[in-house]
């Protein structure tokens, strides 16, 4: 609704200001997981304040891309907003895991598990602008951007803050602050929270590039002993990589030239789309693992990259970070809708047994999967291809591994459910 100019959303009196509360909440980050958290409380009733520090233009501007997984997928659904997405980015059908030259690789396609699709493929760009006009039409929450929230206090009844627009600053008090700020958390860390986790010994590159022959809508995952190497189709037949090394040798392949690149690319991309051309810039991202003690305080819930972050192999999370996003709305409706105050550790503890758990056993997933895969130990190479074998015979197994990956083996929330 309204940009860099704090207003209250119905005025002039709504119950929350009668109550002495300027918004039920206030989402901190307006990345696509604070943004998706405000579209979903469209119909819910509660005042929102949504917070992003970045201007608009460079909120959007990241070179990134992500696999959007079947789960994400009925969540924007269920939001209202996958009809404004869906055109704009790729479909997969087709997933092929192999581990380096190892020839026995392993395929799954939309029969296994009876779909259409088996997943998508979204620049930054195509979910977050869609998703920032979405909230402007929604009534019930204020958007400032660019604003910073800052001096948060926490009492019993109501969580306080300074919200700063340009050289203006505004005391805002609200039942609960939900901190979508991203991996380094500044509302976390004032909030004491510990996380627990590592950095990884690798780096992850970033690239676009565009293939001679068709992707025919095709991930790939190939598992070299340097890290995963994946391989995801984008519209007009461009393809994103996420090369995954040791930070040295990360650090080399971003300083050759384009041609020497595109040299080394080859060489784990395989000729199975013929030669490639590269696009743009390409990205070094730090990769970690990181799980918070706590999801929730009185008055503060985490969600996203916030609460949680996890080895890029899989593409896992945002797809996290979209299904708290879920579980967190529906925890507040329904608390709200029973007179119960949102804000309350109670209400939010719900939130945090139902995510808590289900994120670490994908952080768990994704992190054997690179140790696993990352390295030529004779034992662990032995055991991870009867693994790959297993899966691809057993199709109880096979089918059972796609299905945790794409986010169908946990509880469905509500917004999933249609
Ligand atoms: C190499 C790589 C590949 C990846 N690939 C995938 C993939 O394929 N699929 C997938 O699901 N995930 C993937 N991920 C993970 C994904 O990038 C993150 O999980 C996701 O971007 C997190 O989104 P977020 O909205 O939680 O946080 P962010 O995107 O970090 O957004 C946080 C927002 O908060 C704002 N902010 C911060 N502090 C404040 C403040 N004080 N006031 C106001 N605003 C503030 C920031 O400006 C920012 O806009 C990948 C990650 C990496 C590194």
Known sequence: MAQAQLQTPNPPQTPTQTRGYDYDLVIVGGGIVGLTLASALKDSGLSVLLVEAKVESAAVAKGQAYAVHMLSALIFQGIGIWNKILPNIETYRRVRLSDADYPSVVEWETKDINTKDLGYVAEHQALLHPLQEFVKNCPNVTYLCPAQVLNIQYQQDVVTMDVKIADQMQTVRSKLIVAADGSRSPIREAAGIKTRGWKYWQSCIVAFVKPEKPHNNTAYEKFWSSGPFAILPLPGNRCRIVWTAPHEEAKALCALDDEQF?????????????????????????????????????????????????????????????????????????????????????????????????NLTILGFTDLLDRMFSNNILPIVIVRRLGLWMMQRIPLVKVFALKLMIGLKGRTPKLAQH
């Open 262 to 358: 595109l040299t080394e690319l080859s060489k784990r991309y395989g000729n199975q789309m013929g030669k490639l051309e590269l696009l743009g810039d390409r990205f070094i991202f730090q990769v970690q693992l990181m799980q918070s003690d706590r999801y929730a305080l009185h008055r503060l819930a985490l969600i996203g990259d916030a609460a949680h972050n996890c080895h890029p192999v899989g593409g896992q999370g945002l797809n996290l970070g979209i299904r708290d996003v879920a579980a967190l709305a529906q925890v507040l409706q329904e608390a709200d809708t029973q007179g119960e105050d949102i804000g309350n550790i109670q209400v939010l503890k719900r939130y945090e047994r139902w995510r808590q758990r289900e």
